[in-house]
Nanobody, 127 residues
Framework: QVRLVESGGGLVQAGTSLRLSCAAS????????VSWFRQAPGKERLFVGA????????YYERFVEGRVTISRNNAKKTVYLQMNNLKPEDTGVYFC????????????????????WGQGTQVTVSS
């Protein structure tokens, strides 16, 4: 079973960049697609984007498209979320989650489909 740990969060100013990492352990990581989610204080968890098992396909929600890039290094068992031009509304806890699927997960995939979730990493963007 795969286990996930996010890192890279912090307090940053608006307009700057941040790269989050999602490190996996425990199994063949390249079998899994990985999604990123964001949960702002007092709000529901939002799907941000996802990457397929090979890294060749990605999906981004419109509210981050153009500012976010998801990539992966299967040899390092790590998925990255590069966020540029950060805005205060990007503030929240960011989670990664893994699922075995041949495609790229989309926002409609139920949370229960995911095999594993990380504990989250806090990102705070100040204006």
């Amino acid at each position: 079973q795969v286990r996930l740990v996010e890192s890279g969060g912090g307090l940053v100013q608006a307009g700057t960049s941040l790269r989050l990492s999602c490190a996996a352990s425990g199994t063949t990581f390249s079998d899994y697609a990985v999604s990123w989610f964001r949960q702002a204080p007092g709000k529901e968890r939002l799907f941000v984007g996802a990457i397929g098992w090979s890294g060749n396909k990605t999906y981004y929600e419109r509210f981050v498209e153009g500012r976010v890039t998801i990539s992966r290094n299967n040899a390092k068992k790590t998925v990255y979320l590069q966020m540029n031009n950060l805005k205060p509304e990007d503030t929240g806890v960011y989670f990664c989650a893994a699922v075995i699927t041949p495609g790229v997960p989309g926002p409609a995939r139920p949370a229960s489909d995911y095999t594993a979730w990380g504990q989250g990493t806090q990102v705070t963007v100040s204006s």
